[in-house]
Each structure stands twice: as structure tokens, then as C-alpha cells.
T-cell receptor
Framework: RKEVEQDPGPFNVPEGATVAFNCTYS??????FFWYRQDCRKEPKLLMS???SGNEDGRFTAQLNRASQYISLLIRDSKLSDSATYLC??????????FGAGTTVTVRA | SQTIHQWPATLVQPVGSPLSLECTVE??????LYWYRQAAGRGLQLLFY??????ISSEVPQNLSASRPQDRQFILSSKKLLLSDSGFYLC???????????FGSGTRLTVV
């Protein structure tokens, strides 16, 4: 079983739409959670950390459900520039993170 | 501020040739360092990580090796490349897994 599982998508949405997707993780001891964004042929970049109470950064909202071991990301008012692959990331321990394979989002005009 | 440098950006190497990829971090001390590989259309695979000079942990047995000769330098090597070594190689640093990683810009390796 993979440590972090994501729906690969793709999610094809029009500009201005809301898109949301989840990931699940297997390590119940994980304490840190992140969403990374990866553009085509580029390195992953930290989009946002995910906190227990849920958190928002502009049009992006992240939620954590520890009981069910899943993390969600919601993007409101989608822009063309939001087209990317979104990686769900969970810490294994103090040294290592586990990465999901990514969810691809394509925003169309 | 901290920066991570990785080079070269692209590399085309023949099968059987050696490989050396270098990664350096500036602006921090005693970082945790990581080498990842991403095959085309796939997720990130952790290859090696290091929590200090000379300390290397290997995650996947394979044709590659890593070394950390200095605190902020991490090197990925191979004596003889295979076709299956092609991919996007990413170096990353962190001060601990709970804080997330910062990635270098990557090296796209094609073995021909």
C-alpha cells in the first residue's frame, strides 16, 4: 500500500470554477502535512502547509482530517495559472517526507 | 536567505558512462540533504538522504551512489549508467521533515 495516495485526475475545469481533491495517508503518526505544486518539467514548490484546524491562503484552502487520515485542497476562482500537478506530502519521521504521485489540474479558458 | 544550487540542468550521457551530479546549499548549516528521481509521468522516488557529513542512507538499491564530502554539498554518482537511469533528478534540503523541503531546479538526465 502506498503511503500517500492521490487521485491522479486530470481535473479539467473552466476559469472561475472551484476544484477540490483529496489525498489519503497511511502513517497515523504523521505530524506534518503539505501541498506542493509542480509545473511541467520543473521542480516541486511548496504551496502551503496544512494545519489541524485547516488553513487558507488566498484562493487555496487546505483541510486535514486526522481521524480519517485524509487531506484536501480546494481552489476557488480557478485561474489559468493554477494549471499544474499538486502533490500531497506527509512526513514519515523527522527526516523524511512521503510524496503522493500528484493530482493534475488543467484550467481552461 | 537559503538557496540551493543544482547542476547541470540537462545532461545526455551514453550507456555505460559515469555520472556525477552536484548539489550545494547556501545560507544554512547542517541541513538534511536528499536526492530524488522522477521518471517521466511518475511520482518522486527518494534515492538517498543525508543528515550529516559522510552519513548516507540509501532508500533503493540500484546503480547509483551518493556522497556528502562537505556540510552543504551532496553528490550523486554512477560508475556505469543504464538506460533506466534516465529521469529528472532533484536535490532537496530541509532542517527536518516536519518543515518541508526546498528543491533545487533539477537535472534532466537522458541516457542513450
Amino acid at each position: 500500500r502506498k503511503e500517500v495516495e492521490q487521485d491522479p485526475g486530470p481535473f479539467n475545469v473552466p476559469e472561475g470554477a472551484t476544484v477540490a481533491f483529496n489525498c489519503t495517508y497511511s502513517n497515523s503518526a504523521s505530524q506534518s502535512f503539505f501541498w506542493y505544486r509542480q509545473d511541467c518539467r520543473k521542480e516541486p514548490k511548496l504551496l502551503m502547509s496544512v494545519y489541524s484546524s485547516g488553513n487558507e491562503d488566498g484562493r487555496f484552502t487546505a483541510q486535514l482530517n486526522r481521524a480519517s487520515q485524509y487531506i484536501s485542497l480546494l481552489i476557488r476562482d480557478s485561474k489559468l495559472s493554477d494549471s499544474a500537478t499538486y502533490l500531497c506530502v506527509v512526513n514519515d519521521n523527522d527526516y523524511k517526507l512521503s510524496f503522493g504521485a500528484g493530482t493534475t489540474v488543467t484550467v481552461r479558458a | 536567505s537559503q538557496t540551493i544550487h543544482q547542476w547541470p540542468a540537462t545532461l545526455v550521457q551514453p550507456v555505460g558512462s559515469p555520472l556525477s551530479l552536484e548539489c550545494t546549499v547556501e545560507g544554512t548549516s547542517n541541513p538534511n540533504l536528499y536526492w530524488y528521481r522522477q521518471a517521466a509521468g511518475r511520482g518522486l522516488q527518494l534515492l538517498f538522504y543525508s543528515v550529516g557529513i559522510g552519513q548516507i542512507s540509501s532508500e533503493v538499491p540500484q546503480n547509483l551512489s551518493a556522497s556528502r564530502p562537505q556540510d552543504r554539498q551532496f553528490i550523486l554518482s554512477s560508475k556505469k549508467l543504464l538506460l533506466s537511469d534516465s529521469g529528472f533528478y532533484l536535490c532537496a534540503w530541509s532542517v527536518g521533515g516536519v518543515y518541508g523541503y526546498t528543491f533545487g531546479s533539477g537535472t534532466r538526465l537522458t541516457v542513450v
